[in-house]
């Protein structure tokens, strides 16, 4: 016999049909060709499982370089971002003199340096009353004395999520605030445009959109809470967008640290002279408090890149430590820490809404990225002391999860081989979610994933109960479906989390209701057959048909050999060969469905049965039903008593009385004895 290895499977050549012919003519007997299949079979899932731990490995790597993909365009973003605020810093130097920021300086400007600015004012005032008579409903842009025009322009809003078209917008860059304007189609008069929205550069966040499929040249305005996504005609309009929007953003950062400047020279009282002979040591001025490091006062931008480009562990690491160093003694005094602490504050409640929407199962949530892709914002929410709410809206996602997955098994075939795969899905489903649940939340919710475990098993049982117990459906399918969620039920008892009870009290009822209509439906189909009758040996018509029949009632526990008469005839009438094969089955496949507060009911069914039998047959006389009365009562009833104790360790109490009163000896019960091992106690 040739010994089953990788090598000869592996070479180029390889033939099956030639293989399998080497084989038989190699392998002695079929125990020797069973052993090699056995062999071969072992080989293939030794290999199945080796190709399985490959594919996980390669997956790993692909999420690994995947991710290093998307730091790398980060990074590539910050460069760029560099890049354009050091082009605009030189294209603001190249334009700049030592006299001001225009190198052409009139005669006049000289001479009068009130009207330039006069000139300006007068220009600027003229820009702004311009579009507010094109704007229909527009506010009143001469509210902020200091609001200049930076850009303006035509671009078409795309739908964040669809990546479609929805309208062409006209839009304003004013120095303090973004205006939308949309187009009116119907005009009259000088109004071109109608008012939509206006939202302050503080507020705003701007992030480039890579081109994908029909959206080219478009980037994404974020305005929490709205986020929009603008798509311009040309690269070079999208650049020029960009490169506006950047210098709105240091023009606002410029002038709030003037006026932090301002405020702070205003409140910090005047020094007086050292030489003030009234001036004591401890009047002394305190020296100038130190500016804040450079990654500190800039932590709330940082924020705002790091959310937007959904580094959301990131961003909670930056805000725990900008927090610890601003409670630190160096700055626990500084001036700034109030404005900073309630700036990340606004952003700690931006962080968190954005987890729970990631998190809310409603919001386009898909179970393709699995329960892993919930890990790193619940672990965030946990740090923030949101436990009880990331546990509900994990418990939710694993609900949707293990709903799409069950509505995923398809009803082919046979319903044995459906409930088996359900039942396959459902607790593998439920597995995951709990190796999961350990891993993301402390042992005292525990408790919360039972009580979710047990309402999904409950609503698994009621569907699958509708379709199993059905009059249609035999009790040996019952049992077969029945007994393969049991067994799916104690795998997942490895796990650490034992359903059996919620189980079988889920299906106590039916399992009664099943008994009580199969018992129902022998006793009406026996009384037509035992009259129906003819009291002769039943002809098998072929040896074939013996045998199989022979196996048949073997299967059940009876040997009846010796009643096969003219090698083709059973010498039973065909009532009492159905009655053995029914009242057997009953019990059979009974004491291996019902559990022990069931009993009872598989006890009545087995009595009622067996006592109806046989009180149809004191009314006939005839010799040959008589004979199969009597097969009946010696043969067929004490191999039930017998298997009954067999499977349960005790009698079947009607059962007992039943045989007792038709004269049917039954052993006696053996008397406990306690053995010693020795005299000492004798």
Known sequence: MSDVNMEKFAVPDFVPERYVKELTKTCVGGEDLQQQKEKIQALAEETASALKKNVYENYMQF?????????????????????S????????????????????????????????????EEERKNKLNVITEKVEGCMNLLDAPERNLLHEGDLLEIDAEENTALQRMHVYLFSDCLMLTSWISNRRGPMRYKFQ??????????????DLGTVKQAFKVLAFPDTRVFQCNSIAIKKDWLDKFDIAKKLHVEKETLKQKKKESLDKPKPESIESPSLSVEELPS??????PEWLADVTEELDVLIVERHFQKTYELMVKAQKSLNSDENKTHPQKPDILKKIEQKQKVLIEILLRELDVTHNWSPRGGLQSTRHSVLILNKFNMTSQACDMYLAIC????????????????????????????FCSLTDALTEFISLFPKNKISAFIVWASLQLRVLMSQIIKQVFTPQCALVSVLDCVQSLRDQCMLFCEFGLDL?????????????????????????????????DKWTPVNMNTKAGVNKFLIQMENLGLILAKYIINETWVDLSSSTIWFAQSVITVQKVGLKLVTKDMMDVL???????????????????????????????????PLMLRCYKEEVSYDNEKLVALAKKYGVSVAPKKANITKYTSNEYL
Not at 85 to 109: K, P
Not at 401 to 418: A, F, M, N, P, R
């Open 63 to 83: 999420i690994e370089t995947a991710t290093e993909i998307s730091h790398l365009e980060a990074e590539m973003y910050k460069l760029s971002h560099l890049l």
């Open 85 to 120: 605020e050091q082009r605009t810093v030189l294209t603001t130097l190249s334009h700049a003199s030592i006299l001001g920021y225009d190198n052409t300086i009139s005669r006049e400007s000289l001479d009068n340096p009130d009207l330039e600015s006069d000139n300006a």
């Open 197 to 210: 929205a206006s939202y302050p550069i503080s507020t705003l966040a701007v992030v480039n959109v890579r």
């Open 287 to 292: 020296p100038q408090i130190s500016p804040l």
């Open 399 to 426: 609900s949707h999860t293990v709903k799409v997955h069950v509505k995923g098994v398809q009803l082919e075939g046979s319903i044995d081989s459906y409930v088996k795969q359900v039942g396959e899905v459902f």
């Open 500 to 532: 059996r009870f919620q189980m079988n009290s889920c299906l106590r009822t039916p399992i009664v209701k099943a008994l009580r209509e199969y018992k129902e439906r022998i006793l009406d189909s026996m009384k037509g057959k035992v009259s129906e």
């Open 603 to 637: 006890d009545e069914c087995i009595h009622a049965i067996f006592n109806s039998r046989l009180n149809l047959s004191l009314g006939n006389d005839s010799s040959y039903a008589q004979t199969n009365y009597k097969f009946i009562l010696e043969t067929v009833m």
